[in-house]
């Protein structure tokens, strides 16, 4: 029992320190951070091997290497940890999940958009563009406060709730190659004429990756709601987004605040008319940012307190999780 009961701690430390990290300090500008070296290496790969014939099969390839060696890399630094300390190793996991983890700094990112709009448009604009991918030049001060809560929602999935997926099945390994997953979509998977071919498995994978956490996210941000009758308008409007995950979050948070997301929206100079996701095109405020955030939290620890359970759970069935299978 003792054992088991050691072997638990082990697991959920590095949990909750990576999170307690994130919830205090985000992401600071002045630590290097593993998704900078990700962006390196997938803008490396980019341009030396977009170009020519084959674009499609080029990009596959240097996505998946890219993905297995962020894993196997991982794996083979855990396993040496291991060998000279189990402590090192609980070290090395916490500051991978502190690392992996975004959720205070999205919020933060989408606090200051707002008070930047308050100052003037322009400030609002400058800072949307830190967190969307669109073309934000020309947009309503309605557009930059819609594109700030749709990406709220988005990134909930994105860097809260499918990393700790990905964490419950596969450890920090598997934390750690989504992140690289996510990263090459962000980078490179575009439809736009220069991406469409050499990113096109980068977007797909990432769409595998998120199809569960994506659904999970939308059903952790109403329960955090409380108002579950909402679950059936983000079913149905879940699907109208382009991309086959992004919509539920969206249309959860759309839901719960009872606005309008989507339309139109240009990316890279290009046009995409994206479906409506809600009825209501009611002016936003921050008030309904203020709400965004604490449905946001609510879901996050209802994410966190679900792998803890998960993982206390399988150990007392299978005496090893995933997350434990290097130390025994």
């Given at each position: 029992?003792?054992?088991?009961?050691?072997?638990?701690?082990?697991?959920?430390?590095?949990?909750?320190?990576?999170?307690?990290l994130?919830?205090?300090?985000?992401?600071?500008?002045?630590?290097?951070?593993p998704?900078?070296?990700?962006?390196?290496?997938?803008?490396?790969?980019?341009?030396?091997?977009?170009?020519?014939?084959?674009?499609?099969?080029?990009?596959?390839?240097?996505?998946?290497?890219?993905?297995?060696?962020?894993?196997?890399?991982?794996?083979?630094?855990?396993?040496?940890?291991?060998?000279?300390?189990?402590?090192?190793?609980?070290?090395?996991?916490?500051?991978?999940?502190?690392?992996?983890?975004?959720?205070?700094?999205?919020?933060?990112?989408?606090?200051?958009?707002?008070?930047?709009?308050?100052?003037?448009?322009?400030?609002?604009?400058?800072?949307?563009?830190?967190?969307?991918?669109?073309?934000?030049?020309?947009?309503?001060?309605?557009?930059?406060r819609?594109?700030?809560?749709?990406?709220?929602?988005?990134?909930?999935?994105?860097?809260?709730?499918?990393?700790?997926?990905?964490?419950?099945?596969?450890?920090?390994?598997?934390m750690?190659?989504?992140?690289?997953?996510?990263?090459?979509?962000?980078?490179?998977g575009?439809?736009?004429?220069?991406?469409?071919?050499?990113?096109?498995?980068?977007?797909?994978?990432?769409?595998?990756?998120?199809?569960?956490?994506?659904?999970?996210?939308?059903?952790?941000?109403?329960?955090?709601?409380?108002?579950?009758?909402?679950?059936?308008?983000?079913?149905?409007?879940?699907?109208?987004?382009?991309?086959?995950?992004?919509?539920?979050?969206?249309?959860?948070?759309?839901?719960?605040?009872?606005?309008?997301?989507?339309?139109?929206?240009?990316?890279?100079?290009?046009?995409?008319?994206?479906?409506?996701?809600?009825?209501?095109?009611?002016?936003?405020?921050?008030?309904?940012?203020?709400?965004?955030?604490?449905v946001?939290?609510?879901a996050?620890?209802?994410?966190?307190?679900?792998?803890?359970?998960?993982?206390?759970?399988?150990?007392?069935?299978?005496?090893?999780?995933?997350?434990?299978?290097?130390?025994?």
């Amino acid at each position: 029992m003792y054992r088991e009961m050691d072997s638990w701690m082990f697991a959920i430390l590095p949990l909750l320190i990576g999170w307690l990290l994130d919830l205090l300090i985000g992401d600071p500008q002045w630590l290097p951070h593993p998704v900078v070296w990700f962006g390196r290496a997938i803008s490396a790969c980019e341009h030396k091997l977009n170009r020519g014939h084959h674009r499609n099969a080029k990009g596959a390839v240097v996505a998946i290497i890219l993905i297995a060696l962020v894993f196997a890399l991982t794996w083979l630094v855990r396993y040496w940890l291991l060998s000279l300390s189990s402590y090192l190793l609980l070290l090395l996991d916490a500051i991978i999940i502190f690392y992996c983890l975004a959720g205070t700094t999205l919020i933060r990112e989408v606090r200051e958009v707002f008070f930047a709009l308050d100052r003037s448009l322009e400030e609002g604009r400058q800072q949307v563009a830190r967190i969307v991918g669109r073309d934000t030049s020309e947009l309503s001060a309605q557009e930059v406060r819609t594109a700030a809560l749709e990406t709220l929602a988005e990134n909930l999935s994105d860097g809260v709730i499918a990393p700790l997926f990905w964490f419950a099945l596969l450890g920090t390994p598997g934390m750690l190659a989504y992140k690289m997953v996510n990263t090459l979509d962000s980078m490179i998977g575009y439809r736009t004429e220069r991406y469409k071919d050499f990113g096109c498995w980068a977007a797909h994978i990432d769409d595998v990756a998120n199809y569960i956490p994506a659904r999970l996210t939308a059903l952790l941000m109403v329960l955090a709601s409380g108002k579950l009758n909402l679950l059936a308008f983000v079913w149905r409007n879940g699907p109208r987004h382009a991309s086959p995950n992004s919509g539920y979050p969206e249309a959860a948070l759309a839901g719960i605040l009872n606005c309008r997301f989507g339309g139109p929206h240009y990316y890279f100079g290009q046009l995409f008319d994206k479906p409506y996701i809600g009825e209501n095109g009611r002016p936003l405020t921050t008030a309904d940012m203020t709400k965004a955030v604490r449905v946001n939290r609510v879901a996050e620890i209802w994410m966190i307190l679900i792998v803890l359970v998960y993982e206390k759970i399988l150990l007392g069935f299978c005496c090893c999780s995933p997350v434990l299978c290097l130390l025994w």
